[in-house]
């Protein structure tokens, strides 16, 4: 992989701000008097098993679960610390990304694990379909991370922003580490 980047998701501090990256992807909340819970539903277990090490990580409580669909999930146990997050991406039932938002190594990271995917010596990570609206501003703040990517899919299940070339493929690598310790995750992380 080669040498990690400075800003690197594995010399970074772990913080509960990196559960933004789930908010990026497909990422939910939901809000009770005791506070707020993240959950995320993804492809595949070991999606929702990395996430959970990687939430927990953060200062967050995890776990898996499986949704009533029948698809894997990681989510985090109901926290009033997780509040001042979930409120500047949710506004009322509608996800927003927060004003001027840069996705951090560690939050990129998350975002990876949770929607990124191969694509033909590209790299896409996955979009909120449900969310149209993040899709352009989340495509910008990819962009003050330092990584340009394409907006690709708008009009289908599968939107995303697509990283292509040496240089940026190279960025994102930096930034996100090395994939989790699963043998599945190794074929669906970025490589240049």
């Known amino acids: 992989m080669g040498q990690l980047s400075f800003f690197s998701a594995e010399t970074d501090e772990p913080s509960l701000a990196d559960l ?5 992807a497909q990422g939910q909340s939901s809000h009770t008097p005791a506070g707020s819970r993240v959950s995320i539903v ?3 277990p070991w ?21 009533d669909e029948g698809s894997s999930m990681a989510r985090t146990e109901t ?4 509040e001042s997050l979930t409120r ?33 010596g590209r790299y896409t990570l996955g979009l909120d379909p449900h969310a149209p609206e993040t899709h352009a501003p ?19 299940a599968s939107p995303g922003l697509r ?15 090395a994939p989790p310790d699963h043998p599945a995750a190794f074929a669906a992380w970025p490589t240049v």
């Not at 933004?20 to 990026?24: N, P, R």
């Open 47 to 67: 999606r929702a098993e990395a996430l959970v090490d990687e939430i927990e990580r953060s200062g967050a409580r995890a776990s898996t679960a499986v949704s």
């Open 20 to 24: 933004a990256g789930l908010f990026a």
């Open 42 to 44: 993804v492809a595949a």
């Open 88 to 120: 500047a991406w949710i506004t009322g039932a509608v996800k927003t990304m927060p004003a001027g938002w840069v996705p951090s190594p560690r939050a990129l990271r998350l975002w990876t694990i949770a929607a990124g995917r191969p694509d033909e």
């Open 138 to 156: 989340l495509a910008t703040a990819l962009m003050r991370a330092g990584i340009a990517p394409t907006l690709v899919g708008t009009r289908g």
């Open 163 to 177: 990283i292509a070339g040496r240089r940026r493929l190279s960025r994102l690598v930096e930034s996100i580490g």
């Open 79 to 82: 926290s009033k610390a997780l």
